[in-house]
């Protein structure tokens, strides 16, 4: 027979001598994800600014060219019919869309009485200047949407440049 012996104990440090952690290395992890995290938040930071530079320059409205400027705001009064983005191609002040107003409401009112689309579009652009006056004269179309007739009118447009070209007023070349 054996003598009782005790059973085997984990070894535990002595009092007052508790196991420290490496605390070198977990400085050393927080530092990497601070910096990890810091260089993330500066590559979005910077991803939102050009992000945010290259749609500034997509929607900017261009108003440099006369000929430019009359086909945006044809396609805003005309093919849009929105007012509000026509406006911004406009003159301040001394606008006289009068004949074009009522070239629009009688296509308006054909699409209505006889229960037809028509759509518009016009010819190439010219731009000439004229004892300081710059006009723009274009050709505009109008087609039944089943293509089956088409007219076609001469248009000039005078503009004036205030803080970029504009359109000042509209009247048929005839």
Known sequence: MQPDTPPAQPAV?????????????????????AMAAGI?????LGGIGVFISFYDEATKIERT???????NFLRA????????????????S?????????????????EQRFSI?????????????????TT????IRRTISDGSERTTDGWRFSLMDQDGWRVCSAAPAN
Do not use: H, M
């Not at 060219?65 to 086909?71: L, M, R």
């Not at 009064?77 to 301040?92: E, G, I």
């Not at 869309?97 to 409401?105: I, N, P, V, Y």
């Not at 689309?117 to 006056?133: A, P």
């Open 77 to 92: 009064y005309l093919v849009n019919r929105d007012d509000q983005q026509a406006s911004l191609f406009t003159c301040k």
């Open 94 to 110: 001394n606008l006289d869309l009068s004949l074009l107003k009522s070239f629009r409401d009688d296509i308006q009112s054909r």
């Open 136 to 139: 723009v004269s274009t050709d």
């Open 117 to 133: 689309g028509i759509r518009v579009d016009w010819t190439s652009l010219t731009v000439s200047t004229e004892s300081g006056r």
């Open 40 to 44: 993330t938040s500066l590559l979005c």
């Open 65 to 71: 060219a006369p000929d430019a400027v009359v086909d």
């Open 13 to 33: 440090p002595p009092p007052g001598q508790a196991a420290t952690p490496p605390k070198e290395r977990n400085r050393r992890v927080r530092l990497i994800l």
